[in-house]
């Protein structure tokens, strides 16, 4: 804390638990060396088949829980997505899809041939499945002058200035796309 302070940082004394057998650095909690950070809701359901922030959050949710050795609590939350989105894919910790995440992306690769049709991709070699994937939803933007240059000049190489992505508007939308 010192260092932080040394820094000009404010370090929340009353808030910091410095002695005892609880810590919490970073977003983690721990209770003599074991993680016991809490596995937060952060959007209520919803059983529409068009809310991708459902999906991908409570995709999320479940991954945390069979992780942290919840199996049951997670298996009544993948029942419930695919009673509303269909067959949940299978992938691994980098999938650009909301999926079960297996350790071994090859197994997730091999699960997936049995319920998804497939292709391979020849210019990235590699098998791809028709998804459902969580897109950010996009207006056009009415920036002019100054503030679009520096939007411009912000933005990473690739993405469009000429879009902005709107909070809390996420879309589904079917794609192909790879396991890893």
């Keep these: 804390m010192r ?3 040394s820094v000009g940082l404010v ?11 609880f810590r919490e650095s970073c977003g983690m909690d721990a209770f003599k060396g074991v993680q016991v950070t809490p596995i937060r809701l952060k959007k209520q359901y919803s059983d529409r088949p068009s809310d991708g922030t459902v999906l991908s959050s409570y995709s999320s949710i479940a991954n945390h829980l069979e992780e942290r050795g919840y199996e049951e609590a997670a298996n009544l939350i993948w029942n419930r997505l695919q009673s509303t989105y269909g067959v949940i894919p299978y992938g691994s910790t980098v999938s650009s899809f909301p999926c079960k995440v297996l350790r071994d992306p090859r197994q997730a690769e091999v699960r997936n041939l049995k319920l998804f049709r497939s292709r391979w991709n020849r ?6 499945f028709s998804l459902l994937t969580v897109l950010p939803g996009r207006k056009k933007s009415k920036l002019d002058g100054w503030t679009r ?5 912000v933005l990473p190489v690739g993405d469009d200035p ?3 992505v709107v909070p809390r508007s996420t879309q589904i939308k079917r794609g192909w796309r790879a396991v890893y």
């Design 3 to 5: 260092v932080l302070e």
């Design 11 to 21: 370090v929340n004394r009353d808030k910091s638990c410095i002695t005892g057998p």
């Design 123 to 128: 210019r990235y070699q590699r098998i791809e």
């Design 149 to 153: 240059l520096l939007r411009d000049f």
């Design 162 to 164: 000429s879009t902005v």
